[in-house]
Nanobody
Framework: QVQLVESGGGLVQAGGSLKLSCVASGSIGSLNMMGWYRQFPGKQRQTVATISRAGDTDYILSVKGRFTVSRDNAKNTIYLQMNNLQPEDTAVYYC????????????????WGLGTQVTVSS
């Protein structure tokens, strides 16, 4: 089993910054694609940013130029630096990862963290 634990959420004023972290632990052979997602109340979860093991990134249009996703493979950690936050960024942010087990390296399993709340006041 693999656990993903997010941290770094909180309350910030519009224009402020937060940095989210997500640490993966457990039975990890390799961490492949990782990403950040967010969910607004009553809405489906949406992709915010993804990053491959090699560091290739992708963002939704609304966060391009404001958010930066990065990862530290040695620490099994993914980050999301969020700058110039706006009230419309208020959501629960979730970490996601594709993981190969050391025992079954041919199989990829997908895991989610429990989420961290980000609230941006106007």
């Amino acid at each position: 089993q693999v656990q993903l634990v997010e941290s770094g959420g909180g309350l910030v004023q519009a224009g402020g910054s937060l940095k989210l972290s997500c640490v993966a632990s457990g039975s990890i052979g390799s961490l492949n694609m990782m990403g950040w997602y967010r969910q607004f109340p009553g809405k489906q979860r949406q992709t915010v940013a993804t990053i491959s093991r090699a560091g290739d990134t992708d963002y939704i249009l609304s966060v391009k130029g404001r958010f930066t996703v990065s990862r530290d493979n040695a620490k099994n950690t993914i980050y999301l630096q969020m700058n110039n936050l706006q009230p419309e960024d208020t959501a629960v942010y979730y970490c996601n990862a594709d993981v190969n087990s050391p025992h079954t390296p041919w199989r990829t399993d997908n895991y989610w963290g429990l989420g961290t709340q980000v609230t941006v006041s106007s």
